[in-house]
């Protein structure tokens, strides 16, 4: 019953898909968190879901954590080992394993990234629209929840995922939903594991929903004198009922950041970056709306594209954001914060973050989906440093409270994984116990990627 | 330990709130579906979440089973008490506590009908977009995960609430989501009670989201020569990316059918309906897509409208079909079916289906939300007449099989109550036992809705 006899069992079955080597280890115990380096005992490769089934059951029976990777890309610390054991990698079941064009899904292995799966799309006139930014794994994208810049037009995986095959802590193989549209057929299995972090199954399979490529595609980018004003037009636009397929916010340190970047002339000051999707003749209406309306409200600098190359340069500063901030500051690494709420409060919580953080000893440039209601702070802090980790804890912490005391959600996307932890019980009361006993139905033994998520035990 | 004490215990509490009169029983005790009564012990009016809380503890001290009751119009049995035990009519509960126009949610009662809270949101230009057809209650829609006509647009149950609040077995309060329009924090359990069917708690409020009502309408009817040609269309329709608000099925049996019941003239033929939301511009250029491409497709006798009076007249036949084909066979019931496949599969599906009811001894009207893949066929048999229930059993079994073979569900809206239990191990498999494990956690004795959805015991 350890983790060691655990490893020697399954050195067999796995030959050099399994290592211990300590880049291996290294590679798969860092993370996009601020949290320190926790690394597994062991790095396994699976190429089967029998492989997979093999591996949960011995790793079982030995009582041996089981934490699943994607592409590394979470930000809450959720691939990290902090009670050791083993990492499963899906880099080897990256496969698209079927199209179904005529019903507009798709069957996909867990470790196929989202750009991936676009390209081999390509040809099908059809794309999967989910884009967290990063190019995340779809199996590592279903188990956080991911959205992103779409959601606001297309939705979450939640919206976008018809069915899983998922193994479960003892190795038994499920299959959840069915490639219809819709189904009544018992509990959402599917829904209760998209966003459960690899802390109820592993995911093995994925059945997804594509959406045809729009005809015409428009993006403009404008400028507002002061983040309020910005921010209104988002609200404004939401409210309108103009179909914006993507309407993003970035801020004027973030505008700076990406100039100091990669040279760019983006006026510092609040943008708006915003996507139509439809027809020619759509498209072109719902963007003549939406400027009339973001004129009103004092947008100004618009320019306006239709075609890939450009709308791709407009994009370059929401695209660059997280990098270009990530430079602004030697030698930094980020503090990401992730607040939701009802879109009424936006402008206010918007405004009251920049106001805390240029009142606190760190930066913190501010983006995000504001058409949902999402935005992050980076906070850039120096490593070793700790007064600025404190600072930052201390700003991310007041923008939980604000989150919760708006209606909101301590996590809009990101997740719980280890970083959201202590704001479970603020935002779900009793619900979360309610989440300790669902995990342990699926895990008894407690292996699934321990420390994330569910209320510690004892 | 018994039903009696816990009824005694409970009528202190609610007064004449608490029936155990011959009518209220059976009236609680009757459904849409071919189940033979089974009433309750009692019924209870609870008129606060405190009431229904003091209510779920005392039936859970006492062993005595609790049957959700919204407005009685589920069709697979939901609200039958096979167990007795004490039905909860949500009637007194049915107020809109919470309207945010500028977030575009409200929050309900469980008892509001989706008629009344449509009525009450008119002046805000709001509207909630679910509609199953019957003038259900929201609590019974979250409980069956509802969907309908408009779900090819606007989703389902699971894509329009935000969140619950929900009492569980033992008695203890809970909330779930938030009025964020997103969050990735933690399990998803607004998800998972919704379809839950009553089996794992009791909604007490729902938070729903709401819709722009679209600046403009289009409806169209016409039709086709033979059913193949119409689904043809629908596919083509949903492939080509058509923004269709509502796109429904009904065959020549339920043209004739409404015909009978109002006097009507509609062709006896293949029809389908179609509507269009959005703006002036941009209905007139979908709907003339749309028109392209079923004339193509063999559509004729197109009539159009964009005016309120109009739209409903020619949508009269899919609003009338169920009760023009219950009264199209004199002191008939019916056996309402609900396949629901990929939409690739979806002629075939149809076809078989009408073939092999033509080959029965019964008669059986097709119709249903085709855009989601989903139809129904209502076949009518007589009461006591056992050779009628068995051969309508025959077919519905034979569309099951032929849903599963198809890659579908074996129900896409309707639920599972008792109705389709006995399919549930086929499509779900090893599934299946754990949502029975699931259903423990929240209800270790085993007193929500019992006999519905789960494994039975032992």
């Known amino acids: 019953m350890t983790i060691a006899t655990a490893l020697d069992t399954l050195s067999p079955l796995l030959g050099d898909r399994l290592s211990r080597s300590k880049s291996d280890l290294m590679a798969h115990g860092q993370s996009e968190s601020y949290f320190p380096p926790m690394p597994p005992d062991a790095v ?42 083993l990492c499963v990698d899906f880099a080897r079941m990256n496969r698209l394993l079927e199209v179904h064009p005529e019903d507009m899904d798709a069957v996909a292995q867990p470790g196929l990234t989202r750009e991936d799966l676009n390209r081999d799309l390509r040809a099908t006139g059809l794309f999967f629209p989910v884009d967290p930014g990063a190019n995340a794994t779809l199996g590592g994208m279903a188990a956080t929840r991911a959205s992103g810049t779409t959601t606001v037009y297309h ?13 479960l802590a003892d190795g038994r193989v499920i299959r959840t939903g069915t490639r219809a549209r819709k189904s009544a057929s018992g509990y959402d299995l599917t829904r209760l594991f998209i966003g459960s972090e690899g802390t109820l199954g592993l995911i093995t399979e994925l059945t997804l929903r594509l959406h045809g490529r729009p005809e015409a595609v428009s993006a403009a980018v404008c400028v507002f004198g002061a983040i309020p004003d910005a921010v209104e037009c988002v609200i404004a636009t939401i409210q309108s009922g103009i179909e914006v397929a993507r309407i993003e916010f970035v801020d004027a340190a973030t505008a700076a950041a990406v100039n100091a970047y990669s040279s760019g002339s983006f006026p510092e000051k609040p943008h708006l970056l915003v996507e139509f999707h439809g027809s020619e003749q759509g498209v072109s209406e719902q963007a003549q709306r939406f400027g009339d309306l973001a004129r009103e409200m004092g947008g100004e600098g618009f320019r306006w594209s239709s075609q890939a190359e450009e709308r791709s340069a407009l994009w370059e500063m929401r695209h660059k954001a997280y990098w270009a901030v990530l430079a602004s500051r030697k030698g930094a690494r980020a503090v990401v914060t992730d607040l939701c709420v009802p879109i009424s409060r936006l402008a206010e919580a918007v405004e009251e973050t920049r106001a805390d953080i240029d009142a606190s000893p760190i930066t913190g440039p501010i983006f995000g989906h504001t058409g949902d209601g999402n935005f992050h702070a980076i906070l850039l802090i120096r490593d070793g440093v700790p007064e600025e980790l404190e600072a930052a804890k201390a700003v991310s912490h007041r923008m939980v409270e604000r989150a919760l005391r708006m209606g909101g959600t301590v996590t809009g996307e990101h997740g719980v994984g280890m970083g959201k932890l202590d704001y479970m019980s603020a935002e779900h009361g009793d619900a979360w116990a309610l989440m300790g006993d669902i995990k342990r139905v699926f895990d008894p033994t407690g292996i699934l990627n321990p420390g994330k998520l569910i209320p510690p035990a004892g």
């Open 155 to 167: 939705g979450t995986m939640a919206e976008n995922v018809l069915g899983l095959q998922v193994v």
């Open 44 to 85: 396994a490769w699976p190429e089967t879901v029998e492989e997979v089934s093999a591996l949960a059951r011995i790793c079982s029976e030995h009582g041996c954590p089981i934490v699943p990777w994607g592409a590394g890309t979470s930000l809450e610390g959720h691939a990290l080992a902090p009670q050791g054991g």
